[in-house]
């Protein structure tokens, strides 16, 4: 089955240090992976997607994330953290059509 | 316009009710999508429409009706609702591509709850 893991509910890092947000995926062909945002009683906001080339991946408010093939991992980074980027984060695959599967979730916490 | 919008904001329903959520953009995308998000969950995907027509339904009660009236335009007709329906409801657009790699973009969502 097509699936996508985020193994931390919770991450939790003081203002100006780095993140990393971890998600792995099991897919079939060609992986086709996003990270988006919520904030609290919104949509989701889209951060950056992977579909072919470059294994980092620059995306918006400074966020980056790697892909690993080997690993199946596609986890996201930002050097610097800020208070603001607090929220929920989801990582999400495409699997067919126009379905796309979730992660569970990661929680961060910036500390000021 | 990168903008995806949704009404009402809140809704509050009894279960005899019959309510419609709306969702609109003006991207020029040619799906729309909705989906359904309990409390710190992931989004479940609902209904898809590609060129205004049902692709995909996921097993989703007849309580929930799904109309995509135009390009621009999404609705999900509610009817007798069950107080586990309680949720907030998103709506989404892509580009036509069913191949994967578009961007979905969201609204904000309508936060309903069934009493």
């Known amino acids: 089955a097509q699936s996508v893991a985020q193994p931390e509910d919770q991450v939790n890092v003081a203002e100006g240090n780095p993140l990393t947000v971890k998600c792995t995926y099991s897919v079939s062909g060609n992986p086709y992976l996003f990270w988006y945002v919520q904030y609290p009683n919104r949509g989701l906001q889209f951060l950056l997607k992977?579909?072919?080339?470059?294994?980092l991946v620059k995306g918006s408010y400074g966020f980056e994330a790697e892909f690993n093939k080997s690993q199946t991992s596609f986890h996201l980074k930002k050097p610097s953290a800020l208070v603001s980027d607090s929220a929920l984060y989801f990582c999400a695959a495409w699997t067919g059509g126009f379905k796309t599967i979730f992660g569970a979730g990661t929680r961060l916490f910036v500390k000021a | 316009d990168t903008e995806v919008t949704q009404t009402p904001k809140h809704l509050v329903m009894g279960m005899t009710n019959k309510k419609s959520l709306k969702c609109e953009q003006h991207m020029g995308h040619r799906a729309m999508y909705w989906y359904k998000q309990k409390a710190k969950k992931p989004p479940e995907l609902m209904f898809v429409?590609?060129?205004?027509?049902?692709?995909i339904n996921e097993s989703v009660p007849s309580r929930f009706s799904p109309e995509c009236p135009n390009s621009s335009l999404l609705n999900l007709h509610l009817h007798a609702l069950q107080p586990e329906d309680s949720a907030l409801y998103l709506c989404?657009?892509?580009?036509?591509?069913?191949?994967?790699?578009?961007?979905?973009?969201f609204g904000p969502g309508t936060r309903l709850t069934v009493l």
């Open positions: 989404a657009s892509s580009q036509d591509q069913a191949g994967g790699t578009d961007t979905q973009y």
């Open positions: 992977y579909i072919t080339g470059d294994n």
């Open positions: 429409y590609s060129y205004e027509k049902l692709s």
